[in-house]
């Protein structure tokens, strides 16, 4: 069922405590800067969120966790040089993390959306990261069993949404959207702006409707802070 | 043997052998300055890992756009023939082995090409891995850029890593202020030394050398 809403406030309403949301977003590009003001104004708590970092400065996810929020993020690359409000709630034990390699990030959330339950990667194995996983040797190299990464709820940023829900993205804020996209219960886009259903090319169609829930225009996203040279 | 090379000179090596042609992945840190010496005739194409095939040089002025980020997080240019991909066909082209080259720091690589660039292994250390584990894991061809010594003059280059690995037995080659190594079946070769001769950087190390100079 898809839907169309005024705003970020209505598309994160019914948003449970304790979900599991996808928050798509590598630094800030592709991060739904407005959707997550949204969840934090909305209360929601004790989530699981997964996302390549554990927020930054004092915006979107960063301040989720600040707020405590968050039970436990599931990222690849937490620290950073600004990400100082999950540094605090990582060492008060607020805030459990799940370190997982990019890639295996991507390809476990990948694999939810394609019902895959599992998948064995060369990825971390003989590393820590892999202790106590599932090992194989599949002609003569080493592979790590990984499970896929189901989400509740996946809020993520494109670019354009055409009445049908199909969405294409900007440059390298695509990122986790697609995957994302497919691996929700419930898939939750702020766009730049909507068209009419047909002005899309299907052709250049990235993420079907098929995936996509809710759908809200935010004509000017919130605009980053250049000179912050996030690492 | 002339002298030992600084970190331009290393950067400017190493971009003088990645072969034409070839994708390459420059990691965070000092790989990032080989991309400063890489040529139009060489036609190498850099991905990045957060979704670009063709990136350009560091976007300045009005080229800065939020959404053409690369993998450090900074503003970056797009050059004709770039494409954009999600994160998943990004690292299934590392973890697929369509990378050529991939340029990594290390803290330690092994004789038998083990990697340990993610982790100190400091207990109190936040842990952050990014796509380190998989760039090891994937490209064909993986070259550490590193200093040799550490600040205390211990080689990082060593019988068997002591941090915790990003990777087993994937680097190929080292790249450091005073020689080259290749990492082969039959153990490392010094390529060439910068500032010391073979015998001298033999005595320095642990590590049995073979040499090729």
Not at chain 1, 57 to 82: T, Y
Not at chain 2, 26 to 51: D, F, K, R, W
Request: hydrophobic share 40%; charged share 20%; glycine share 12%.
């Amino acid at each position: 069922m898809l839907n169309f809403v005024d705003s970020a406030a209505e598309a994160v309403a019914g948003i449970r405590d304790g979900s599991t949301v996808l928050i798509g977003g590598f630094g800030n590009a592709g991060q739904p800067m407005e959707l997550i003001d949204a969840l934090l104004d909305g209360g929601a708590t004790q989530l699981t969120v997964v996302n390549n970092n554990a927020g930054q400065a004092d915006a979107g996810l960063a301040l989720l966790i600040k707020e405590r929020r968050v039970s436990k993020i599931i990222c690849s690359f937490p620290r950073q040089s600004d990400s100082w409000h999950f540094d605090a709630a990582y060492r008060s034990g607020e805030t459990e993390l799940e370190l997982v390699p990019q890639g295996n990030l991507a390809e476990r959330i990948r694999a939810a959306g394609a019902g895959i339950g599992g998948f064995f990667t060369p990825t971390g194995y003989g590393t820590m990261l892999a202790e106590g996983k599932e090992t194989r040797l599949i002609d003569g190299r080493g592979y790590v069993f990984e499970t896929p990464i189901h989400g509740d709820i996946a809020l993520i940023k494109a670019l354009t949404a055409d009445r049908s829900g199909n969405l294409v993205y900007r440059k390298t804020a695509r990122n986790f959207g697609p995957i994302m996209a497919a691996a929700a219960k419930r898939t939750i886009v702020q766009v730049t702006g909507i068209v009419l259903t047909g002005q899309l090319d299907p052709e250049a169609v990235v993420t079907p409707g098929i995936y996509v829930n809710t759908v809200v225009e935010i004509a000017a996203p919130a605009k980053a802070v250049k000179e912050q040279g996030n690492q | 043997m002339s002298t030992k090379l600084n970190k331009e000179q290393l950067a400017q090596l190493v971009a003088g052998d990645i072969a034409a042609g070839s994708y390459v992945n420059l990691g965070i840190g000092q790989p990032t300055l080989v991309s400063n010496y890489l040529t139009a005739e060489q036609n190498i194409t850099l991905h990045t890992e957060n979704g670009m095939l063709g990136m350009g040089p560091v976007a300045v002025g009005d080229e800065i756009d939020e959404d053409l980020i690369n993998a450090g997080k900074i503003p970056v240019t797009e050059l004709p023939g770039a494409s954009y991909f999600h994160h998943a066909d990004s690292f299934a082209i590392m973890r697929g082995g369509h990378l050529d080259v991939c340029v990594l720091g290390a803290f330690q690589v092994s004789a038998t090409g083990d990697l340990a660039n993610w982790h100190t292994g400091a207990p109190d250390a936040i842990p952050a891995v990014g796509g380190a584990m998989d760039l090891a894991t994937g490209a064909k061809e993986v070259y550490v850029m590193m200093s040799l010594f550490t600040k205390d003059g211990k080689s990082k280059l060593v019988p068997e890593c002591s941090y915790p690995l990003t990777g087993v037995g994937c680097v190929t080659r080292v790249y450091t202020n005073e020689a080259v190594f290749l990492i082969g079946p039959d153990g490392v070769r010094v390529r060439e030394t910068y500032g010391m001769s073979f015998e001298e950087l033999a005595a320095r190390m642990d590590t049995p050398l073979l040499s090729s100079v």
